[in-house]
């Protein structure tokens, strides 16, 4: 079985600081991996997904994370944090084959300081 | 853009009652599924849909649960009697192929059995 786990349910960074997202995931093959957001009543928005390829994968709004398979991790940032970020955000991982269902982390609240 | 869209918003209803939550994907989009998100827990996945048949569900999806795509257009999610603990907020997403491909969520419905 595979599982998601992100470490921080709430993450505080002020305007203009390095945003760092912890996920780590536990799969016996590699899986293609996602970042969700999602904003205050709102849905799920993808903001970037690793399946294979480039290790590093850019996402809309400034968003990138690098997926490493020697630590499970799949860890996202941005480099300088906008109040526009501040917003529930979700790692979750898939099966290459056979499930196209996602597994979900706990997710972590992003929170930026004026 | 095309969006997935969900209605209603917010459905209250008493135990024991049965709801049906409806969802239109995305015009081509050929996957569909349903997930829920518990307040203050993880997304879930419940259930996938593809070529009019159910392609995979989870162990939340018990007889209780039913989906169907009655026309062209909507997928339906009917709880025939809820629960208390099936108080949630309802996530439709739907999905040109499987594959790597992304999954696009609507905004939800948020269920609230009294």
């Known amino acids: 079985a595979q599982s998601v786990t992100q470490l921080g349910s709430h993450v505080s960074v002020s305007e203009g600081a390095l945003v760092l997202l912890r996920c780590n995931y536990s799969s016996s093959v590699p899986p293609y991996l996602f970042w969700y957001v999602q904003y205050p009543n709102q849905g799920l928005q993808l903001l970037l997904k690793y399946t294979s390829a480039a290790t590093l994968v850019k996402g809309i709004n400034g968003f990138e994370a690098e997926f490493k398979k020697s630590e499970t991790s799949f860890h996202l940032t941005k480099p300088s944090a906008h109040m526009s970020d501040a917003a529930e955000y979700f790692c979750?991982?898939?099966?290459?084959?056979?499930?196209?269902?996602?597994?979900f982390g706990k997710g972590t609240k992003l929170s930026v300081i004026p | 853009e095309p969006e997935v869209t969900q209605t209603p918003s917010h459905q209250v209803t008493q135990m024991g009652q049965e709801v049906i939550l409806r969802c239109v994907p995305i015009?081509?989009?050929?996957?569909f599924y349903w997930y829920r998100q518990i307040l203050g827990q993880k997304v879930e996945f419940l259930v996938s849909?593809?070529?009019?048949?159910?392609?995979?569900k989870s162990e939340i999806f018990d007889d209780q649960f039913s989906v169907e795509r009655p026309d062209g257009s909507n997928f339906t999610l009917k709880i025939r009697s809820t629960k208390l603990e099936d108080s949630a907020m309802y996530f439709c997403a739907s999905s040109e192929v499987g594959g790597g491909n992304e999954q696009f969520f609507g905004p939800g419905t948020r269920l609230t059995v009294l």
């Open positions: 849909f593809y070529n009019n048949e159910i392609s995979e």
């Open positions: 979750a991982v898939r099966r290459r084959a056979g499930s196209y269902q996602l597994t």
């Open positions: 015009s081509n989009h050929l996957y």
